[in-house]
């Protein structure tokens, strides 16, 4: 299963990242406020083996170093698959 997950507290960058997406509103989770990652747990629930998780930047992950670190962490536990959209990165 494909999922996108970002920490993104622009709404106009939030916007086009929707509108640029062919997932269900089941398969994205969006955080919006730095510190809160209510979408991402309730991400990491859902992830299983082999699951694709599409971002557009790795650091639209997390904006701090330690959080970006656990959540790629998690990510090699559960096997996720890290995928992102912006080539640059």
């Given at each position: 299963m494909e999922y996108f997950y970002a920490y993104l507290p622009n709404k106009n960058e939030k916007e086009n990242v929707l509108n640029s997406l062919n997932l269900k509103e089941n398969q994205i989770y969006?955080?919006?406020?730095?510190?809160?990652?209510?979408?991402?747990?309730?991400?990491?629930?859902?992830?299983?083996?082999?699951?694709k998780l599409l971002v557009p930047s790795i650091?639209?992950?997390?904006?701090?170093?330690?959080?970006?670190?656990?959540?790629?962490?998690?990510?090699?536990?559960?096997?996720?698959?890290?995928?992102?959209?912006d080539d640059e990165t």
């Amino acid at each position: 299963m494909e999922y996108f997950y970002a920490y993104l507290p622009n709404k106009n960058e939030k916007e086009n990242v929707l509108n640029s997406l062919n997932l269900k509103e089941n398969q994205i989770y969006i955080d919006d406020t730095e510190n809160d990652d209510i979408r991402w747990n309730d991400l990491v629930k859902k992830l299983k083996d082999n699951d694709k998780l599409l971002v557009p930047s790795i650091d639209c992950i997390s904006s701090e170093e330690v959080s970006l670190k656990d959540k790629l962490q998690t990510l090699k536990d559960i096997h996720a698959q890290l995928l992102t959209i912006d080539d640059e990165t």
